[in-house]
């Protein structure tokens, strides 16, 4: 148990549906980030957020959508998809003042098809 | 934030101490080196990190040389458990922003 909470763990979706990942962490952290990680492939960071700003959207499709409503709750909205979306998606959080070490919760498969 | 080089993959027995290496030789003054690791389907789980001291806890120590260029990953007492990708992360200004190689495979054998 990491404090990085993540739902649902296993998602399934066709291309034309609407969905959404969620997490939320029990840390107090101010930082929170969406990776993906493809099959045999590194992780691959897509959205950064401190205190609720995003900070970062490393070139990620707008058919990922992220918000954070506040500093312990993290979506990623999830539409029109493609096959080549399946992916392990995680999130992470870290303290953005004073703390280093970022902690991954335990991840949404996601299949496209 | 630096590059780092670490073997694809490693054998340890089981009860063994399993000791990871990780080239880092551009690592500069202020960027730490982290040691997470990724059991099959799990998110990555945080190990250790350390800046120039050697650090230990209840997972592993990490041995970092002194001009920095490299370091170890010791876990003292390997156990089947243990089998996992191991990732080794030289994260500096760019706190969270960790950038992920392709690891180590480390697989603990009876």
Same mark, same amino acid.
């Given at each position: 148990e990491t404090g990085v909470t993540q739902t649902p763990r296993h998602l399934v979706m066709g291309m034309t549906n609407k969905k959404s990942l969620k997490c939320e962490q029990h840390l107090g952290h101010n930082a929170m980030y969406w990776y993906k990680q493809s099959?045999?492939?590194?992780?691959?960071?897509?959205?950064?957020? $401190?205190?609720?700003?995003?900070?970062? $959207?490393?070139s990620v499709p707008s058919r990922f959508s992220p918000e954070?409503? $506040?500093?312990?709750?993290?979506?990623?909205?999830?539409?029109?998809?493609?096959?080549?979306d399946s992916a392990l998606y995680l999130c992470a959080s870290r303290q953005e003042v004073g703390g280093n070490t970022?902690?991954?919760g335990e991840g949404s498969w996601l299949t496209v098809v | 934030d630096a590059k780092t080089t670490q073997p694809p993959s490693m054998d340890c027995a089981e009860g063994r101490a399993a000791n990871l290496p990780c080239n880092h030789s551009t690592i500069s003054g202020n960027e730490y080196v982290y040691w997470y690791r990724q059991i099959h389907s799990q998110g990555p789980q945080y190990i250790i990190h350390g800046l120039k001291n050697n650090e230990t806890n209840e997972m592993a120590s990490l041995i970092i040389t002194e001009d920095r260029k490299?370091?170890?990953?010791?876990?003292?007492?390997?156990?089947?458990?243990?089998?996992?990708?191991y990732y080794c992360i030289v994260n500096g200004a760019s706190y969270g922003k960790l950038t992920f190689g392709q690891g180590t495979i480390l697989t603990v054998h009876p």
């Open positions: 099959a045999k492939k590194p992780l691959e960071l897509m959205f950064v957020y $401190n205190f609720k700003e995003q900070t970062e $959207n490393n954070c409503p $506040n500093s312990s709750h993290l979506f990623l909205h999830l539409h029109t998809l493609q096959p080549e970022i902690y991954f | 490299s370091s170890t990953l010791i876990l003292p007492h390997a156990t089947l458990r243990d089998t996992a990708v």
